[in-house]
């Protein structure tokens, strides 16, 4: 018994001090397939390229992960990492926010290409979706985005 506490404890404290950011569970996914077209339709309304390829990435367990800013449902790391909350895995605004900070390679939301040019943002987006008039705008969560 004694035994498996202490590494219980010893690999929590490894937790702890894991350098950099790494919301606890997050794994190395290969992306879907629709994650490429993701990506061209956001090289298109930016004019940026970038490769799909280079990114690497990362699935957290869940409806949102900690982030410097609160609570995050996706995050982007300068070194190509995206990180996305699993219940956003497949919210194509989530996804494609966090490609077009990597295409930018920088944080923070200008507007072009966030919002005017490619509608990546909670508000843009769900306005974007009413004037097709399929569906009614949908309330703005207040889930952050890194
Ligand atoms: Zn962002």
Known sequence: MRDRLHLRLV??????TAC???????????PPSVYREWWAKTEACSGLTGDFDRVEWMIVP??????????????????????????WAHHEMV?????????????????PP???????????WAASQATTGMT???????????
């Open 20 to 30: 950099g950011f790494d919301p606890a569970g997050s794994e190395v996914v290969e």
């Open 11 to 16: 690999a929590f404290a490894t937790l702890l």
């Open 114 to 124: 966030f919002g005017s040019g490619c509608p990546l943002t909670w508000e843009s």
């Open 62 to 87: 869940g409806e949102s992960f900690a982030c410097s800013s609160g609570e995050c449902v996706g995050h982007w790391d300068p070194g190509h990492r995206i990180y996305v909350a699993s219940d």
């Open 136 to 146: 009614p705008a949908t309330p703005v969560p207040s889930r952050l985005l890194d």
């Open 95 to 111: 996804v494609r926010h966090e490609m077009l900070h990597d295409l930018m390679r920088r944080r923070g939301h200008p507007s």
